[in-house]
């Protein structure tokens, strides 16, 4: 996909039609529980900008939204406690990434140890 759905459930998700479980926000991040956890924590991280993938974040972000979203990450896990024992994160990119919502987004997983990889079915 080349040009950004406004449709899709993150967008939808910012504009306040959906409801999420907010777990953290400033002028270009937000980031909310997964409405389906694959671990004891499981984060989403998103910017607030049309982005489609870590790609098109990678090439089109500003330096304010780049700084701000890569800050957010360890600043969220240190709040979820997974300083100590680690983490994973995970940005699933494009149709052989397995990318589901077409619009950047960072997963934070941890609150047990989760092995070399995690599958889903
Ligand atoms: P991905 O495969 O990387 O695109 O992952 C998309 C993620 O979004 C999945 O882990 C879903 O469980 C999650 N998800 C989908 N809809 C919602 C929603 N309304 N609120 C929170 N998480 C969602």
Partial sequence: MTTYDDNNI????LRGEIPHESIYENDYVLAFKDIAPLAPVHILVI????YISVVD???KAS???SIAFWRAV???AAAQNL???GFRIIANTGFHGGQEVPHFHV???????LGSILHRD
């Fill in 74 to 76: 360890p600043e969220i």
């Fill in 10 to 13: 993150f967008a939808r998700i």
């Fill in 107 to 113: 997963h934070i997983l941890g609150g047990e140890c």
């Fill in 83 to 85: 300083g100590e024992d």
């Fill in 63 to 65: 330096t304010e939204e």
């Fill in 47 to 50: 910017p607030k900008g049309k």
């Fill in 57 to 59: 974040f990678g090439m």
